[in-house]
């Protein structure tokens, strides 16, 4: 019994600290140098003087594609186990990239997502996470056009280009079984 139950606890290696963050024009790559910024965290909190975040001066961010980047090193730990990529939210857009391999793109900037890394890491060895991420900047909602969706703030408290983005919450590598039950919901 102890063997079985081993088994089915998930091991966790939390990617939030430090990362690498630099930008490039949209589909150009990154072409700026790479700064130190802490994940979970904002692209405008982390690369602007704070003077700057809400102003006008800001508003270029937006425009940019920002790349993250870390390196880890898979625990032993993980040998034999189902491993996924874990995303608690980017914003908005955001395509991952293991060792240079493309894993997957995700749209949303609240709700978390994951990708089965299995196939694309060995316990034990180093690799490199990189993830893109950039925003639409003109997406008002339909129903209320006077709302710029994942914003900072009203509209009327910011110039309307300046929408959040960046791994906005936590990252992390996950081991278990092939197969785990990880929400459930009922319907009455």
Do not use: C, M
């Not at 966790?12 to 910024?37: C, H, I, N, Q, Y």
């Not at 914003?91 to 894993?103: N, P, S």
């Not at 089965?116 to 180093?126: E, F, I, L, Q």
């Amino acid at each position: 019994f102890a063997t079985a139950a081993a088994r089915d606890v998930l091991i966790t290696l939390p990617l939030d600290g430090e990362w690498e963050l630099a930008f490039g024009p949209k589909g150009k790559g990154p072409g700026s140098e790479w700064r130190k910024v802490h994940v979970p965290g904002s692209v405008h909190v982390q690369w602007l003087p704070a003077a700057q975040i809400y102003s006008r001066e800001a508003a270029w961010v937006s425009y940019q594609e920002w790349w993250y980047k870390r390196t880890f090193e898979l625990p032993a730990g993980f040998v034999n186990q189902r491993v996924r990529l874990e995303f608690d939210a980017t914003d908005y857009y955001a395509e991952a990239y293991l060792d240079g391999k493309w894993l997957g793109r995700h749209e949303g900037y609240v709700d978390p997502y994951s990708y089965d890394v299995t196939a694309h890491v060995k316990p034990g060895g180093k690799h490199e996470l990189s993830v893109r991420v950039w925003t639409p900047v003109h997406y008002y909602w339909k129903h209320r056009p006077y709302t710029v969706k994942g914003s900072y703030g009203g509209v009327d408290q910011k110039p309307d280009d300046i929408t959040a983005l960046g791994i906005t919450r936590s990252v992390r590598l996950t081991a278990g079984a092939p197969e785990r039950i990880s929400d459930v919901a009922v319907a009455a």
